[in-house]
T-cell receptor, first 112, second 116 residues
Framework: KNQVEQSPQSLIILEGKNCTLQCNYTVSPFSNLRWYKQDTGRGPVSLTIMTFSENTKSNGRYTATLDADTKQSSLHITASQLSDSASYICVVTRNAGNMLTFGGGTRLMVKP | NAGVTQTPKFQVLKTGQSMTLQCAQDMNHNSMYWYRQDPGMGLRLIYYSASEGTTDKGEVPNGYNVSRLNKREFSLRLESAAPSQTSVYFC???????????????FGEGSWLTVV
């Protein structure tokens, strides 16, 4: 079964600290993996997209890694800010067209 | 560019009523999608349209119909609303993989639907 599992479900950190969110998937055949940020009451916004051959990709303070062998990805947030408070969603695309499988998300709260 | 615009933002329906969620994108994208998001669950695909004139069922199509009116617009219709359809609905669009930003899926701001 094609699944995407994210951990932790929720996380609270202090402003300025770093954190790492995890994503494990069983989706096959693999096409690409995306990380989205979803603010409360808003639609998801793309952070990164990685293909099979990419191990790491950065977008400002966000760095995503991908290990296609173990089917794991992580999203590392450096020097967190209050505006980073949101849900972070891992999404994996199968080779068969635009069929995406969404993880349940990690809800991050950054406190002052 | 407005991106992906969907209406209405909020709607309350009685069981058995019908309604249509409207979606439009101004990015000249070929593909459009309708998802629903329920608490604690990932977004689930209801229907998608790979190009103008085509539509295909996603993971949870029962109780819904769609129309790809033209390249810009993709509507979602609930013919006889049920409480199980209470959810947040997101419209999305994407371009052609390989082209600039073609792999990125852009989402609308969501439509909160409550069926009582």
């Amino acid at each position: 079964k094609n699944q995407v599992e994210q951990s932790p479900q929720s996380l609270i950190i202090l402003e300025g600290k770093n954190c790492t969110l995890q994503c494990n998937y069983t989706v096959s055949p693999f096409s690409n993996l995306r990380w989205y940020k979803q603010d409360t009451g808003r639609g998801p916004v793309s952070l990164t997209i990685m293909t099979f051959s990419e191990n790491t990709k950065s977008n400002g303070r966000y760095t995503a890694t991908l290990d296609a062998d173990t089917k794991q990805s992580s999203l590392h947030i450096t020097a967190s800010q209050l505006s980073d408070s949101a849900s972070y969603i891992c999404v994996v695309t199968r080779n068969a067209g635009n069929m995406l499988t969404f993880g349940g998300g990690t809800r991050l709260m950054v406190k002052p | 560019n407005a991106g992906v615009t969907q209406t209405p933002k909020f709607q309350v329906l009685k069981t058995g009523q019908s309604m249509t969620l409207q979606c439009a994108q101004d990015m000249n994208h070929n593909s459009m999608y309708w998802y629903r998001q329920d608490p604690g669950m990932g977004l689930r695909l209801i229907y998608y349209s790979a190009s103008e004139g085509t539509t295909d069922k996603g993971e949870v199509p029962n109780g819904y119909n769609v129309s790809r009116l033209n390249k810009r617009e993709f509507s979602l219709r609930l013919e006889s609303a049920a409480p199980s359809q209470t959810s947040v609905y997101f419209c999305a669009s994407s371009g052609i993989p390989g082209q600039r930003s073609g792999n990125t899926i852009y989402f609308g701001e969501g439509s909160w639907l409550t069926v009582v």
